[in-house]
């Protein structure tokens, strides 16, 4: 393989066409730098200076090994810079995990404003079940969760990204519908919808002792479901009525209103990461949130 600096050393000879401006260009006398251009017309087997007392010109040899010269070092040039951008996290990829809930809250802000501080970073945005964040995140598979707080792993860090208060989401012909609050003894009795145990652990957890402790009635639960998007769709098909983050009242599905809950729980949504991680785009991320 032909060593870099010869090369730069012939393309600096090349551009000025003189020995003597080209060495002080490089820092060099004169000898060292005729020393390497003649081991590189060596290494060649081709000439590529016509000397003389007087001039220097270049072979034909040599006009095209200099357009080929100046590309390879442009390339080597480029190649360090992008490697320093790489590893500053300038470019790359950076993958985000989240909840339905978060669709509605701090993942659209959190995507603009990334995009625009890292223009040239792919930021792939994956919405996944809340059960499944934690592990995707462990396993390598995403780089970072915006999840419920009750399902973070403790080998995960983590950083708020929002707390809000549960509302009730009722069709618009329910009986209920025209209250301005609700308490949560008012849904005694009535059918719920909810993102299931299984997938929403700890929101069903905080549901279910809600209507435990400030209702005294444990909710009767019709529907469990996967994603707070189908919740929605079946309250307002009049199937059941539901506790969900206020952020969700963004989905603005017809024949689905939402009602402040008088003393409602809150729900806390984090961002979720894997101490150690080595994308050094997920510290320009955590910079940003």
């Known amino acids: 393989m032909i060593d870099v600096k010869p090369l730069r050393y012939f393309v600096t000879l090349a551009e000025t066409l003189h020995f003597g401006q080209a060495a002080r260009r490089l820092h060099l006398s004169q000898p060292p ?6 081991a590189l ?12 007392p007087r001039s220097v010109s ?41 909840t339905m809930c978060a669709a509605y809250s701090v993942v ?16 792939q945005l994956r919405e996944v079940v809340s059960s499944e964040l934690a592990e995707k995140v ?33 069709s618009r012909d329910h009986a209920l519908a025209r209250a301005r609050r609700l308490k949560i003894a008012q849904l005694a009795g009535e059918p719920f919808v909810l993102a299931s145990e299984s997938c929403a652990p ?17 909710p009767d639960v019709r529907f469990e479901v996967q994603l707070q998007q189908t919740v929605l769709s079946l309250v307002g ?31 806390e949504q984090v961002l979720a990461w894997l101490p150690g991680s080595r994308n050094p785009c997920l510290a320009r991320f955590l910079e940003l949130v």
């Open 138 to 170: 462990l396993a390598g598979q995403i780089d970072a969760a915006i999840m419920f707080r009750g399902g973070l792993d403790r080998r995960l860090a983590s950083r708020t990204m929002v707390a809000e208060p549960l509302c009730v989401a009722l």
């Open 58 to 98: 270049l072979t034909a040899a040599g006009e095209r090994f200099h357009a080929d010269a100046r590309a390879i070092l442009a390339a080597l040039d480029q190649a360090a810079r992008n490697a320093r951008a790489a590893a500053a996290g300038e470019t790359g990829t950076l993958a985000v995990g989240f």
């Open 108 to 123: 659209p802000r959190c995507a603009r404003l990334f995009s625009a501080a890292w223009p040239k970073v792919a930021l």
């Open 237 to 267: 098909e009049r199937v059941g009525v539901a506790l969900v983050p206020a952020s969700m009242r963004k989905a603005q599905l017809d024949g689905v209103v939402f009602r402040p809950l008088a003393d409602a729980p809150m729900t």
């Open 33 to 38: 730098l005729s020393r390497q251009l003649a």
């Open 41 to 52: 017309e060596a290494e060649l087997g081709v000439r590529l200076i016509e000397r003389s």
């Open 202 to 218: 700890s929101l069903y957890g905080a549901i279910v002792e809600h209507c435990r402790t400030a209702g005294g009635f444990d």
